[in-house]
C-alpha cells in the first residue's frame, strides 16, 4: 500500500450524473477488486472508489457516481488534466483467487457504478470465464460495454426499452436461472444485494459460492 | 423454549472484571465500564417478539459474582445458552460450558462472536459447545436457529441454515457455508431496553459526561471501512450493513423522551458520514432532540467528515466524537492500512474543536515494527494535539493481536508472537517481539494518560470555560473527576503488565 499526490490525466463524463476519473498510476501495485481512498489535497476528506482499470493499465481508472451535496464527488468531476488528487491504497479484499480461475465460472452482478471492480477482474484475470449481469436506469449506462466479449455482459435498465431486459437484474435472474456451479460476486446497493441473495439461495446455490461487496 | 443470551462475570486474581461485548475488545478493569452489546441485545429483543422466554443473562452489569451468576443460570434451566467470545477469555468459556454441560446436559450451547466465526472448530473441538456461528449478524441468524432447533429434533443433522458449524454427534463436525455477509438491518428490531436492564449500563462509563447514557442500536453493522489490519471489522468474510437514518432517528426520539435519556452513543465501527450524516443532523434538528438536553456521539475516521458536515453535526448537539489516531507516522499508518494521512489529522480535529465537540482520540502503541523514533513521534504529536485542545480526552492501548484479524495473521506468519496462550491475549501486556524494549511503550503509555494532570492540558481547559458553553464547563467539573479515576485505573491496567512480560529471548535491551 503506498500514498500520494497523482496527476488527472482526464475525466470522462459518461452520463449526466457519472464519469471516469482517470489517473497517473505511478508504481501503485494492487490486486483486481481492490480499492483506493481518492481526495483532493488539502480537504482532508477523501472516499473509498474501486479500480475500474486493470493490474496491467498504464493509468488508474475509476468510475465516480456524483453524489448531489456530495463533498468529494462533485468537486472531482471538475478536476483538469494536470490537476492533483491525493490516492491512498489499494485495499480490500473483494478480489479473486487466481487459482479458481481456470476451473470455474464468474456470475458478477452489479448495480451503477459497482462494475467497476469486475470490469478490473475482466481486465486483469486472462482466461476469466464469466457473465456480467448489470443493473441501471438507462442504456447509456452500461459503461464500456464493448469492453466485454460478446455474450457475457447483459445491461438491466429499469427506465430503457433499448437495454438486453428492461428491468431489474432480479427480474433477470428470476426469468433467466443462474447456473448453480458459478461462483457469485455481487456489488452495488444492499437492497439489489439483499434480493439477489436470496434469489440465488433459493436456486439452492451455496452461500461459500457468494461474495458480496455493498457500494453506496 | 427458554434461551439465555449470557455474559459470565470474568474476574481476574486483581479483581478486575472483564469487559466481554460486541462493542470492543476485551480489558480487565477495576473500575468498570458496561457496555451493551447491542447486536446480542437485538437478538434477545427479536427472540422475544418471536414469543421465545429470553434471559438477558449480563453477570457483569448485573453485579453478579461468578458462582452466584453460575448458580443463577444452572437454576433458570435453560434450553439454549448463547455466549459471546473473544480472544482472551476464549479458554475461559471453554472451561465454563464444560461445567454448565455437566449439570445441564441437555441444554445447547451456542458460540458467537469473532474468535470463533474465524476457528469454529477449534472451540467445537476443545469444549462440549454444540453450534458456533459464523457470522457477524448474531440477530438473523439466531432468530432463525432457536425456531429451527425448536421444530426440529433432528436439527443436529437438518439444520441448513447459513454460517454454522454444528456439532452433529461426537465424532462429526459439519459447517453449513459461508454466512450472509448483508443483512437488511431495519428487519432487525431496535433493542427492548426493558429487557435488558438499559439503566445497568446507564451510569458506569467513563465516556458519558451525562448520565443515564446509552448505546443506541447500531446505524452501521461491522464498518464502512472496514480495511484497518489490527480491527476485527476486517476480513475476506466481511462487508457492511446500513440502517436507514429515519430508523435511528425514531430510536433516538423514543430513548430521549421515553427514558430521559441524557447522552446517547453510536458505536458503529464508523458511523454515518456524508449524505447521511447531514441527513441525520437534519432530523435531530426537524424533531428538536438537539434541545432536550441530550448529547450524542458516534466513532468516526480522519478524513470521513468534512467542516460543513462537522458544524451541522455540532448544532444538532453532538458531542464526543471516538477516532483513531493509531500513530503518528506515516509508516504505521500504512502498514496498518488507515487510510488517512497525517497532515489532515490537525484540521479535521480543528473542525471538530472549533464547533465545540469533543474528539476523543484512540491510541496505540507496541506493533512490533514500531521503532522509539515512530514512538516518540506519536507521543510527541498526541501532546501536541491534547495541550492546544485539538482533542479533549484520550485512550492508549497495548495493541494486541486478537480474533484472527489481519494483524493478528501477520504476527504469526512473521512468528513475533510471544505466547500461544489465549490468557495473555487480553491488552495488560505487550505480546510481541518489538525492536525496542517493552518498557519504552509502557513508559510511552504513562506518559500519555500524564497529558491530563500536566498544567498545559489544565490550562487549556480552563481556557475553554470562556466559551461558556455548557459542555465545556461539565467537561472540567463533572467528567475531569471522573476522568481522574478512570486515567488512574487505565494507567495502572496498562502498564502492570510491566512487571508480567513475557520473556523474549532475543529482546533488546535498554540503553
Known sequence: ?216 | MKVAISYPPIVNDRGQKAMVSQNRNVQFFKTPTYLLPVVHAQAATWLKQLRFEVIWDDGNAQLKSYDQWFNDLVKAKPDVIIFESTTPVMKFYWRTTDALKKILPNTIFIMTGYHSMRRPEETLELSQTDIVLRSNHVDFVITKLIPFIANNPDWRITCNLEGLAIREDASKIRSTGHFRQVEPLERSPMVDRDLVQWKNYAFENGNYLQTPGTYATSVIRDCMFGKCTFCRYNGPDLTFSVLPVEKSLDEYERLINEHGVKEIFDDSGVWYRGKEAREFAHGIIKRGLHKKGCYFGFNTRFEYLDKETIELLAEANFRFVLIGLEAADEETLTRLNKGYQLQHVERSLKWMSDAGLHPHLTIMVGYYWQTSEQLKKTVDFVKSLMFRGLARTLQVTLCTPLDYTPYHQECIQNKVLLTDNYDDFDMSKLIVKTPIPHSEYYQAVREMYGIAFHPLFLLRQLRFLLTFKRRDWQFLFTYGIRAIRRVRNHMFNLTRGEGLAIPDPEAPTSL
Do not use: W
Not at chain 1, 484475470?125 to 455474450?151: C, M, W
Open chain 1, 1 to 216: 500500500m503506498r500514498r500520494g499526490l497523482h496527476k488527472v490525466i482526464g475525466v470522462d463524463l459518461l452520463t449526466d450524473h457519472t464519469f471516469s476519473l482517470r489517473l497517473e498510476r505511478k508504481d501503485v501495485t494492487f490486486l483486481a477488486g481492490q480499492c483506493f481512498n481518492i481526495g483532493l489535497p488539502d480537504t482532508a476528506v477523501n472516499r473509498e472508489y474501486s479500480s475500474y482499470s486493470s493490474v496491467f493499465d498504464d493509468e488508474l481508472q475509476f468510475l465516480v457516481r456524483e453524489i448531489e451535496g456530495g463533498q468529494v464527488s462533485p468537486k472531482l468531476k471538475l478536476l483538469k488534466p494536470g490537476d492533483s488528487v491525493e490516492v491512498d491504497g489499494a485495499y480490500g479484499l473483494f478480489t479473486i483467487d487466481p487459482e479458481l480461475v481456470p476451473n470455474h465460472s464468474f456470475y458478477f452482478i452489479g448495480t451503477g457504478t459497482g462494475i467497476a471492480p469486475f470490469h478490473c477482474f475482466v481486465k486483469s484475470l486472462p482466461g476469466l470465464d464469466y457473465k456480467i449481469i448489470h443493473g441501471t436506469r438507462y442504456v447509456n449506462e452500461a459503461y464500456n460495454r464493448f469492453d466485454y466479449s460478446n455474450g457475457r455482459y447483459i445491461n438491466c435498465a429499469t427506465h430503457d426499452k433499448m437495454a438486453d431486459f428492461n428491468g431489474r437484474v432480479t427480474d433477470y435472474l428470476l426469468v433467466n436461472p443462474p447456473p448453480r456451479a458459478a461462483i457469485y460476486y455481487l456489488c452495488g446497493n444492499r437492497n439489489m444485494i439483499n434480493d439477489v441473495y436470496d434469489i440465488l439461495r433459493e436456486r439452492d446455490i451455496s452461500s461459500s459460492q457468494i461474495i458480496t461487496e455493498v457500494f453506496f
